[in-house]
């Protein structure tokens, strides 16, 4: 009878003592969520970017890996050049296709995250994220490519802790050195020498049209050999730039002789203003603007 009586209590002790159990390690594993989450980018480095260029980025990385799973004998091709080596004309493009008001928030473009949302909800799917320039930073050196909420919130705290720790000017560079423009293809020097034969310091307003605006998808996408979509998005940066009067008025009337591309063929080589830095350039308009 006595054990009658104990069988019922030793299996109740052991549900008791299983629910705390399984409690405790519910606990457990939302702390550690909460702090890989929310708690783990606040100990990422990064005030070393301040004088430091990055090696290889997390997207480089992301690449490799790829590369090797597919049996793909690619390298990175990056050549690092600072901001004062590129021509403003490409800097002026990359922020109209990329980021217009990179010099007016701080971080985040509010507008175009809730143009993003809005359009992610009419097509069902987490597809458009609103991205500034810092936000692409943080996701390219630090994080993977995946569209997940855990991602973002890093990608928001990152992006965060760039614009109190480094300059627009470096932020922007840092970009324009670690963007991939092609495959295997990362840094706007890389591209703009694979693409074009010649240095991103003189990169004319078309090229560097072009070669904005392929970013949204660089693998998709050619410099070379547009597609319509590129012609229209090359063609708008364009008239931007030109209706901004970033392009210089003695220098539009050769531009618009020497197109790199018409509007049924691939890229041909054509003659090009031979431009001086010293005299052509204004570097010095670039973070004002």
Do not use: C
Not at 9 to 27: A, E, G, T
């Amino acid at each position: 009878m006595i054990f009658g009586y104990i069988t019922p209590i030793i299996i109740l002790f052991d549900r008791v003592s299983f629910m705390k159990f399984l409690k405790s390690f519910l606990y457990l594993f939302l702390l550690m969520v909460f702090i890989y989450v929310f708690v783990y980018p606040f100990f990422i480095e990064i005030s070393y970017l301040k004088k430091e260029n990055p090696n290889l980025t997390a997207m480089m990385k992301f690449r490799m890996k790829q590369w090797e799973e597919k049996g793909k004998k690619l390298k990175i091709y990056q050549i690092w050049v600072p901001l004062n080596r590129i021509s403003p004309y490409l800097i002026k493009a990359v922020l109209i296709a990329e980021d217009d008001k990179f010099y007016q928030h701080e971080g985040f473009d509010l507008e175009a995250i809730k143009k993003a949302i809005e359009k992610n909800l009419k097509e069902g799917k987490l597809k458009y994220g609103g991205s500034t320039i810092t936000q692409q930073v943080a996701k390219n050196l630090f994080l993977n490519p995946s569209k997940n909420p855990v991602r973002k919130i890093q990608e928001a705290i990152l992006t965060w802790r760039l614009e109190k720790t480094l300059t627009k000017k470096r932020i922007l560079e840092i970009y324009l050195n670690i963007a991939e423009w092609g495959e295997g293809i990362f840094g706007i020097e890389a591209a703009s020498r694979r693409y074009f034969g010649k240095s991103s310091f003189f990169l004319t307003p078309w090229e560097s049209a072009y070669l904005a605006a392929v970013l949204p998808n660089p693998l998709k996408y050619n410099p070379i050999k547009p597609s319509e979509y590129v012609r229209k998005r090359a063609r708008l940066i364009y008239f931007i730039m030109k209706k901004r009067g970033i392009i210089k008025e003695e220098f539009i009337e050769i531009e618009e002789e020497t197109k790199p591309f018409s509007e049924t063929s691939e890229f041909e080589p054509q003659p090009q203003l031979e431009l001086q830095p010293e005299k052509n350039l204004n570097f010095e308009s670039i973070e004002s603007n």
